[in-house]
Each structure stands twice: as C-alpha cells, then as structure tokens.
C-alpha cells in the first residue's frame, strides 16, 4: 500500500516538474525574442519614418553637444532642421490619425454598430476609471486586496452539489490509448480556439505564447496531458488565478464591495488542456440542469 502511494506522488512530482520546465522555457524564450517597452511609449500613430527621423534627430543632437553645443553654424542649423523635422512629423502624424478615428467612429455609427463604436471610442479616450483609493473604509493597497480575497472568497465558498451523472453514457469499457490525446488535437486547439490579446494568468503565459513558439512545444503540452489524463492529476498552478475586481455601476458608489464582480485570469495551459477534454470527450459530459449560462445551442427568451 505504501509502495503504490509512494509511487503515484512519484509522478505527481514528475507531472509539477515538466509543467514547470515547459513554462519557464516559455517565458525565458519570449524575453529573448520579445521588445519589452513601457505601455505609455505605445502611440497609435507611431511609424517606421517616425523612428527614423527620431535616430536622425538624436544623431545631429549628438553631433552638436559634441561640437561644443554652437548657437550658430551648419552643425547648428542641421540640428535645428531635423529636430523641425520630427517634431513636424509628429504633429502631422498625430492630425491624421485624430481624423481617421473621427472617420471611423462616424462610420461604425452610421451602420449602428454600437458595440464597434463603444470599444473604438474607449480606447481612444482612455474611458479606463481607476478604481476608489478608499473600499469599507480601508485605504491601503494590501489592506483593499485582502478585503477583496475575503469578499471573492465568500462569493465563491460553501459546498458544491454533486452532479448526477446518470446523464453520462455508461457501461463502455476504454482502453488507455482510446483516452489519450494526440499532437493533432493539442496542435488544433492552439490554433482554432485561443483568443489573442488576453491577460496572462499567474504563470505569465499568454495565448501568443503558445501560437508562436516552435511546433516542439504542442509535442511536450500532448506529452504533459497524457501524463495527467493517465495519472489523474493536473499541475496546482491549474487550480491558480488572478482575480481582477470590476466596477458593476460606476454610477453607484464604488467604494462598495458589492459594486464588484470579479473575473479570474487562469493558466492559458488549462485552458488548452480544458479545450482538448471537451472535444474529445464532450458528448460524455453534463452539467446541472439549472445551469444556463456558457451553455451551447440553449437560448433564454
């Protein structure tokens, strides 16, 4: 008995290390392949021509400190001409992309496409509202974030019925290898089924991270499911998140915990892994009959 406990967190062990392994392959990988820049030098507008009239600009500057900074010359007067020129192209830049957008929300209104129009108009003007400094009284970021994790956890706490799984076909007898996913149905799931420009969860992977790295990567995660699928254990960081709290009526008080929803920022990995099980075993699976919400071909009047 000992010998078969022993021997199955044997593999529980082997199934954290290669999870983690895979993930920080990743995440070395992007910082090597991937710019990292701070979020407010990102402007719309910004182009190849700008960058190379900002490098003339900064040469010329260069070039002119090291002449001893003259008030007067051809070194001075080319140093004043490309910093005319940039600052120019800015401006010119900043002009045509102010009036596209304009152009662009004048369309999307015209064909009453609200929900285009809303998001565009949102990220032009930044319509992101911090959150209140001041929830219960509390003023300090780890005393709000506390409050936060007790008030999520009570949302989400008590005990969880068991489903009846007399819906699930039963009877049928499977053999290892029936069960077992393959380097195709990791691979399509990658490909056909995760949504770009989302949030990473805890592990810091996001779906860009997985679209993009060498196919040898979909031969590991296959690999690391089976390994689950066949032992019967997942990595702890599936069962890891991020809660992000939003503001469920900026109209109503938002120094109110119950003016808040929370959303979680789960491993992209257990998504894929999530996304595998359903395809190949969905016809297997239920869920409650007073479930409607996220459930496929059922429509509310």
Known sequence: MYKLQFFYIYHHIDVEIYYEKIVHSLNEASKVSIPRIPQSA????WSVTLDELKHESCATHDMWVAAGKPRSGSIFEIKQDAHYKYKLAIRDAAKTFESQFTDDLLELYMQKDMNSFWRSWKSKNNSNHPFSTDIEGLTGDCDIANRFAEYFSECTGGDHEILDHNCAKTGAQYKLRDVLLSVEDVDRVIRNNLKFGKAAGADHITAEHLFYAHPALVTHLTKL?????????VPKQFGHSIIVPLVKDRSDDIS???NY???SLSSVISKV???CLIDKFGNYLCSHNLQFGFKKTLWMC
């Open 225 to 233: 499911f089976n390994l689950m699928i066949t032992h019967g254990y």
């Open 42 to 45: 990102r402007k719309h507008y």
């Open 261 to 263: 929803r929370g959303i």
């Open 256 to 258: 109110k915990l119950t």
């Open 273 to 275: 892994f999530e996304r």
